[in-house]
């Protein structure tokens, strides 16, 4: 059976969340809870309630950053050091580890930064097309929710969404 | 005190008010634009002088290696760090009036980073032969000694620029996103769509999106005083009587924080004004960023004190001729003048008739941000005039015209990139504003009633 996407758009976060715990609880053909997407013009940490914990890796992404960039600065310069004899030093340490230190720390910033930023754009799925149900209404005062099912689901949903109030209702065909 | 914002502000409403200030800015703005533009040409007309000529037209000289330049890199280094203070501290300790005012921080750290950027190449002074001073393996025998504060101010700058960019892109997102929703056609349109990313604020975006923010912020932090810490190496390394001196890296780190609010007063005001964001820049917000302003002050004299104090009664009899020489010889009405803008001056930002009174505050945060160039002076020019050895003494050496030029031209970039990016990018965080109008208005609905209110 073909799937249906729809857009339910609501003025209320309180309703859109009753509108979500209701979809869970309801037994809808085709339809997965996981599936849905809510979208708002500010974060909503609070929707975890109800659409479950859903894990973030990017302080993976940070971790590993981080180290490999201090690991990296590290080594290029206490090579560098290493390498080249004829820098004249005096009796001193040729890897002297208190001042590599300074640079290590620099770019265990630099690296932790920039993988974070790499983490971010994978974890969120950015760059990304938007999608063809996507009301510019999200990005002002208006919450979204997205949801897809069976063709048979579309009425159940609409009646949920209606029950809470929903401003609009958008309907595309799955791909 | 009065509310950082109304609650009853409809978000609709904040979209319209952020996005009116990228087309129709008072005439002001244009102003401004044109008076940084003519500070750039004289800066430009300088510096292709000094070219062309020779570093000789700055008057430098033997004993005076470095001067104005380098005192006006330190103090654009030090602007920058507001920008973190505001947006990454302050972010971490949840105080939302920030979030009317962080954005333009941010992009005053990435602006004056820049501007700082361009003093080391000016001071170079042979510009085609600037990629001797990149740290990288090479046989011209001009090996990058690792170990040198110099050294590692490239990295720690470039390390703080970068991540500077990224915070406030990262940060910009959403923002873009509401710009590419609502301008219909032009470059603006392609711009926002492209560096939106297609954000549509899903709940996995956010998430991801608020973890990224925290840990970019709690990176921000460290690096920012470790940059001004390693500005602050360059001096407290060396040998030089009055740099020296142990409590330089937080002196430092504090005369940055400093220097930086009074600008972020200062561009509070102008913004306020050009873009009409009276709703958004409110004055128990300046309010709040004034008392920090003075706590910061205070604790820049104290280490100012400290570091006198510790000349003083220390056993380097150089170092304590050469403060005796700052406070009396021929620095003394620039050192007397740094101590007044510096200390004296935010004492009244105490007074709370001053802490909203925005023309005075104007004036006053201009002022105290000459007091903080006049302390980057006074910490390079008399150290090099009264060095340790008497036949390197040179009292009477002062910076050419060429060089006052350039400094002065500097101040026009800066603004110059500022009212752009002002002009082409959201200075307001729309989304953040959101969060504390909605967060707001919440407490108030769940504030529990009391006694008198039936």
């Given at each position: 059976?073909?799937?249906?996407?729809?857009l339910?758009?609501?003025?209320?976060f309180?309703?859109?969340?009753?509108?979500?715990?209701?979809?869970?609880?309801?037994?809808?053909?085709g339809?997965?809870?996981?599936?849905?997407?809510l979208?708002?013009?500010?974060?909503?940490?609070?929707?975890e309630?109800?659409?479950?914990d859903?894990?973030?890796?990017?302080?993976w992404?940070?971790?590993?950053?981080?180290?490999?960039?201090g690991l990296l600065?590290?080594f290029?310069v206490?090579?560098?050091?290493?390498n080249f004899?004829s820098?004249?030093?005096?009796?001193?340490?040729?890897?002297?580890?208190?001042?590599?230190?300074?640079?290590?720390?620099?770019?265990?910033?630099?690296?932790?930064?920039?993988?974070?930023?790499?983490?971010?754009?994978?974890?969120?799925?950015l760059?990304?097309?938007?999608?063809?149900?996507?009301?510019?209404k999200?990005?002002?005062?208006?919450?979204?929710?997205?949801?897809?099912?069976?063709?048979?689901?579309?009425?159940?949903?609409?009646?949920?969404?209606?029950?809470h109030?929903?401003l609009?209702?958008q309907?595309?065909?799955?791909? | 005190?009065?509310?950082?914002?109304?609650?009853?502000?409809?978000?609709a409403?904040?979209?319209?008010?952020?996005?009116?200030?990228l087309?129709?800015?008072?005439?002001?703005?244009?102003?401004?634009?044109?008076?940084?533009i003519?500070?750039?040409?004289v800066?430009?007309?300088?510096?292709?002088?000094?070219y062309?000529?020779?570093?000789?037209?700055?008057?430098?000289?033997?004993?005076?290696?470095?001067?104005?330049?380098?005192?006006?890199?330190?103090?654009?280094?030090?602007?920058?760090?507001?920008?973190t203070?505001?947006?990454?501290?302050?972010?971490?300790?949840?105080?939302?009036?920030?979030k009317?005012?962080y954005?333009?921080?941010?992009?005053?750290?990435?602006?004056?980073?820049?501007?700082?950027?361009?003093?080391?190449?000016?001071?170079?002074?042979?510009?085609?032969?600037?990629?001797?001073?990149?740290?990288?393996?090479n046989?011209?025998?001009?090996?990058?000694?690792?170990?040198?504060?110099?050294?590692?101010?490239?990295?720690?700058i470039?390390?703080?620029?970068?991540?500077?960019?990224?915070?406030?892109?990262?940060?910009?997102?959403p923002?873009?996103?509401?710009?590419?929703?609502?301008?219909?056609?032009?470059?603006?349109?392609?711009?926002?769509?492209?560096?939106?990313?297609?954000?549509?604020?899903?709940?996995?975006?956010?998430?991801?999106?608020?973890?990224?923010?925290l840990?970019?912020?709690?990176?921000?932090?460290?690096?920012?005083v470790?940059?001004?810490?390693?500005?602050?190496?360059?001096?407290?390394?060396?040998?030089?009587?009055?740099?020296?001196?142990?409590?330089?890296?937080p002196?430092?780190?504090?005369?940055?924080l400093?220097?930086?609010?009074?600008?972020?007063?200062t561009?509070?005001?102008?913004?306020r004004?050009?873009?009409?964001?009276?709703?958004?820049?409110?004055?128990?917000?300046?309010?709040?960023?004034?008392r920090?302003?003075?706590?910061?002050?205070?604790?820049?004299?104290?280490?100012n004190?400290?570091?006198?104090?510790?000349?003083?009664?220390g056993?380097d009899?150089?170092?304590?001729?050469q403060?005796i020489?700052?406070?009396?010889g021929?620095?003394?009405?620039?050192?007397w003048a740094?101590?007044?803008?510096?200390?004296?001056?935010?004492?009244?930002?105490?007074?709370?008739?001053?802490?909203?009174?925005l023309?005075?505050?104007?004036?006053?945060?201009?002022l105290?941000n000459?007091?903080?160039?006049?302390?980057?002076?006074?910490i390079?020019?008399?150290?090099?005039?009264?060095?340790?050895?008497?036949?390197?003494?040179?009292?009477?050496?002062?910076?050419?015209?060429?060089?006052w030029?350039?400094?002065?031209g500097?101040?026009?970039?800066?603004?110059?990139?500022?009212?752009?990016?002002?002009?082409v990018?959201?200075?307001?965080s729309m989304y953040?504003?959101?969060?504390m109008?909605?967060?707001?208005?919440?407490?108030?609905?769940h504030k529990?009633?009391?006694?008198?209110?039936?």
């Amino acid at each position: 059976m073909s799937q249906r996407h729809l857009l339910a758009l609501f003025n209320d976060f309180d309703e859109a969340v009753a509108a979500i715990a209701e979809l869970r609880g309801a037994n809808i053909k085709g339809f997965d809870i996981d599936d849905l997407i809510l979208k708002s013009p500010i974060e909503h940490p609070e929707v975890e309630k109800v659409l479950g914990d859903k894990p973030v890796n990017v302080q993976w992404f940070t971790l590993i950053g981080a180290c490999m960039g201090g690991l990296l600065a590290f080594f290029l310069v206490a090579s560098a050091q290493a390498n080249f004899f004829s820098q004249i030093k005096g009796g001193k340490p040729i890897v002297p580890l208190p001042p590599d230190f300074v640079l290590t720390y620099e770019m265990f910033i630099l690296g932790g930064v920039f993988i974070t930023i790499l983490g971010f754009l994978i974890c969120a799925g950015l760059p990304a097309k938007r999608s063809p149900l996507y009301s510019a209404k999200v990005s002002e005062d208006q919450i979204g929710i997205l949801v897809q099912g069976d063709e048979s689901a579309v009425a159940i949903f609409k009646t949920i969404f209606t029950k809470h109030k929903a401003l609009e209702i958008q309907e595309e065909a799955g791909k | 005190m009065g509310k950082d914002i109304r609650e009853d502000i409809a978000w609709a409403q904040i979209n319209k008010d952020v996005l009116k200030s990228l087309e129709s800015p008072r005439r002001m703005y244009w102003v401004i634009l044109f008076i940084a533009i003519a500070m750039i040409g004289v800066a430009v007309g300088c510096e292709i002088y000094q070219y062309t000529t020779g570093m000789g037209v700055a008057n430098k000289n033997n004993s005076h290696v470095w001067s104005l330049y380098i005192a006006t890199f330190i103090f654009w280094i030090g602007m920058s760090h507001s920008g973190t203070l505001l947006s990454a501290i302050l972010h971490l300790m949840h105080a939302d009036w920030r979030k009317p005012i962080y954005r333009f921080a941010e992009a005053m750290t990435t602006f004056s980073l820049m501007t700082a950027g361009l003093f080391v190449l000016v001071h170079l002074g042979r510009l085609w032969m600037v990629y001797y001073v990149m740290p990288y393996p090479n046989e011209r025998w001009v090996w990058p000694n690792f170990q040198s504060p110099l050294v590692w101010d490239m990295f720690a700058i470039a390390t703080y620029l970068s991540s500077s960019v990224l915070f406030l892109y990262v940060g910009m997102i959403p923002d873009l996103a509401i710009c590419r929703d609502n301008i219909h056609a032009g470059w603006r349109k392609k711009l926002y769509t492209v560096m939106s990313l297609g954000w549509e604020g899903t709940d996995r975006q956010w998430r991801n999106f608020r973890i990224t923010y925290l840990t970019i912020a709690c990176f921000l932090i460290p690096l920012a005083v470790s940059v001004h810490s390693i500005v602050a190496s360059d001096f407290a390394m060396s040998n030089m009587p009055g740099w020296h001196v142990t409590s330089f890296p937080p002196y430092f780190v504090a005369g940055a924080l400093y220097s930086g609010c009074a600008a972020i007063i200062t561009l509070f005001i102008i913004l306020r004004y050009v873009f009409k964001f009276e709703e958004y820049m409110t004055l128990p917000i300046m309010k709040k960023l004034v008392r920090l302003t003075f706590a910061i002050a205070m604790v820049w004299t104290y280490l100012n004190l400290i570091e006198f104090a510790s000349v003083w009664y220390g056993h380097d009899q150089t170092a304590k001729d050469q403060l005796i020489f700052k406070a009396t010889g021929p620095y003394a009405p620039y050192f007397w003048a740094m101590i007044f803008f510096g200390s004296i001056l935010p004492l009244m930002l105490a007074f709370k008739r001053f802490q909203t009174h925005l023309p005075i505050l104007f004036v006053v945060s201009i002022l105290l941000n000459v007091g903080m160039w006049l302390e980057r002076w006074m910490i390079i020019s008399p150290s090099f005039a009264h060095g340790h050895y008497p036949w390197t003494w040179d009292h009477d050496q002062w910076p050419s015209l060429v060089q006052w030029g350039i400094v002065f031209g500097s101040f026009g970039w800066f603004t110059l990139l500022f009212m752009v990016f002002c002009k082409v990018f959201p200075s307001v965080s729309m989304y953040e504003v959101k969060e504390m109008v909605y967060h707001r208005s919440l407490a108030l609905k769940h504030k529990p009633a009391v006694k008198g209110d039936y």
